[in-house]
């Protein structure tokens, strides 16, 4: 096997035991189409699914994949409108499943997340019955500091580079801990318990995804 996706599947596993111990349901699948099918497993037929900060579920194929399905997507790309658009996002808020992904992960089970907006922060506290984190081991940090920092100094400032935005990271690549009328970074969620148990999946992946 690759040394690193021996590595990937060894931390996996550690992972999904501490997941696990935090009352969430944790799942490793080993590349991209094992965790598609996994994600699909997950989803019933007949709900209502909306998304945010999902780009590893992007990349396994799940959007498309859904489109297949007996399910109603709440894809806000698709709105006519701006107004459509932020009713779309609302709606997100009571989907009966919420798709995202996460910016960080520590070793010991919490999953960190930075928000511009906040509808993906407030999704993954509460609304949506059922929470779908993808995420790639790269995303994986030994200590909840590293997850902390790696959400900052990394996730943040490779996100900015997707916006129109005048912050200094979309200048720089780094982070400069702003306060500009744009900042991406204006919620920060530490995820450390599922409650109720198994609201919260996580389908971690042996490859690298997302930012
Ligand atoms: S510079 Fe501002 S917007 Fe950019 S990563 Fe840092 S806090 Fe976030």
Redesign the pocket.
Known sequence: MDPKKEMYAKRGAQLVKNLQKRHFEAYYCDDRSAALEKALELIPDGVTIGWGGAMSAQQIGLMEALKERNVTLLDRDKAASQQERAGLMKQCLTADVFLTGANALSLDGQMVN?D?NGNRVAAIVYGPDSVIVVAGMNKVCDTLEGAVQRA??LA??A??QRFE?A????QTG???????P????NQLLITRHCRPAGRIKFILVGEELGL
């Open positions: 930075i511009g900052r100094t943040a400032p996100n900015s935005i912050t200094p990271c979309k780094s982070c400069h801990d702003c306060l500009s744009d900042c991406i970074c």
